[in-house]
């Protein structure tokens, strides 16, 4: 293959020299080498479901020729972009421009566009890619379109489309044809019904005549028919009408004195509704009135007759009330001016009097008890306590109502008895 050699000098020196294809000297381990291929690369770019300028999403795949530039100053270029690269890595490089051209372009075009002239199109995308890859130092040789396709069978639908117009133009062609002959047809039929017209017409002018003789004939007969019959009917209808103007005057005559029952009849009626109707239910809205009437005075007499029972009832317990209070306070005064009135005598025997009950009322408990066994190692064990009883009574009464009995000279003498 043919190679392009760069080939640096000798102590450090920066100057370049590019071969193409033939041979170079260069010093072993002092002279640096780097080849680039000057061969033709094949690229396939290929831009799924794209969508075109109406919408449609497409698959594009093309075939792309490419080569380095082997001009000095364009083969420099390439040297910088490429030198030391291998070929995939150069074919990736091209292949990713080639493929953005060719996506930005479907974007422009309908499917119409690219399907019916691929040429066109392979050419757009030459013409827009060039001048990016020239700059790289790569030429394209030759673009072509490979194949359209879509997965919604919008192609295939173009195709049925144009099939469809052809047949279209087919049949308008036989349609055209056949119309042309029914045409000529019609000319030839048309020119023999002319003929056969003329001759009907002929013949058919003296059948009129003939008739028109015939009607005349027959005009004059039926008119004469026509008005004796008129005639005629004139005369039944004038005797009709004689005999109906006599049924409307019986009729007028019945009417009137329809008209008179029925005058009579609606008084009769009247009278009868005013008579079975009206008077009843008068008299039963009257009685209902009364009983309305009588019903209100009872209810209004006996709410009266319970509103003064309810007076006197209040009035006689208010009295007793006061009677009693009264009484009460009567007897309390009487009480007070007959206390006031005893001396100490009768008032020891109020107390005396009453000293039962309050015993009666202290023992009521024992009452419940069945025997009391008092226990003493002393025969006269049982007399002293009741000794200390009777001595222990007078400070309780004295105690409990104020009285002291140790006055009064009975106790006295039973206290000093007992000392």
């Not at 070929?87 to 953005?100: A, D, F, N, R, S």
């Not at 013409?127 to 919604?152: C, H, N, Q």
């Amino acid at each position: 293959s043919s190679n392009s050699h760069n080939l640096g000098a000798c102590c450090g020196s920066d100057e370049k020299t590019y071969m193409v294809g033939g041979w170079a000297w260069a010093w072993w381990l002092i002279t640096d080498i780097q080849r680039i291929t000057l061969e033709i690369m094949t690229l396939q770019p290929k831009c799924e479901d794209v969508e075109t300028a109406e919408g449609v999403a497409i698959t594009v795949t093309g075939v792309a020729q490419i080569k380095v530039m082997t001009d000095h100053d364009l083969l420099a270029i390439a040297c910088e972009q490429f030198l030391g690269k291998s070929v995939p890595e150069i074919k990736g490089v091209v292949l990713q421009t080639l493929e953005g051209h060719l996506r930005s372009i479907l974007g422009t075009l309908t499917v119409e566009q690219i399907y019916q002239d691929r040429d066109k199109f392979a050419q757009l995308v030459r013409e827009v890619a060039a001048p990016d890859v020239g700059r790289m130092g790569i030429e394209i040789l030759s673009f072509t379109i490979k194949d359209v396709y879509d997965k919604l069978d919008y192609l295939s639908s173009l195709g049925k489309t144009q099939t469809a117009a052809v047949q279209r133009d087919a049949d308008i062609g036989v349609a055209e044809a056949e119309r042309d002959a029914g045409i000529r047809e019609a000319e030839c039929k048309k020119e023999m019904m002319d003929v056969k017209f003329l001759a009907d017409t002929k013949m058919a002018d003296s059948k009129r005549k003939l008739e028109l003789q015939k009607a005349a004939f027959n005009q004059e007969v039926n008119t004469k028919k026509a008005e004796a019959q008129l005639a005629y009917e004139l005369q039944a209808a004038k005797e009709q009408q004689k005999i109906r103007l006599e049924e409307i005057e019986i009729e007028v005559v019945q009417r009137k004195k329809q008209i008179t029952i029925e005058e009579k009849e609606i008084v009769r009626t009247e009278k009868e509704l005013i008579a079975m109707v009206k008077r009843p239910a008068e008299a039963e809205a009257y009685k209902m009135q009364q009983l309305a009437e009588g019903q209100k005075m009872k209810k209004v007499l006996m709410a009266q007759a319970e509103a003064e029972k309810i007076r006197r009832i209040g009035e006689a317990e208010a009295c007793s009330i006061e009677a009693i209070g009264k009484a009460e306070a009567e007897k309390m005064r009487l009480k007070a001016e007959a206390y006031q009135q005893y001396g100490e005598a009768a008032k020891t025997a109020l107390v005396l009097e009453a000293l039962p009950k309050i015993a009666a009322k202290v023992a009521a408990p024992l009452a419940r008890t069945n025997e009391i066994v008092i226990l003493s190692g002393k025969g006269n064990r049982v007399t002293g306590e009741v000794n200390r009883l009777l001595a222990e009574l007078p400070v309780s009464v004295n105690a409990l109502t104020g009285i002291d009995l140790s006055k009064i000279p009975l106790l006295q003498k039973m206290s000093y008895a007992q000392a």
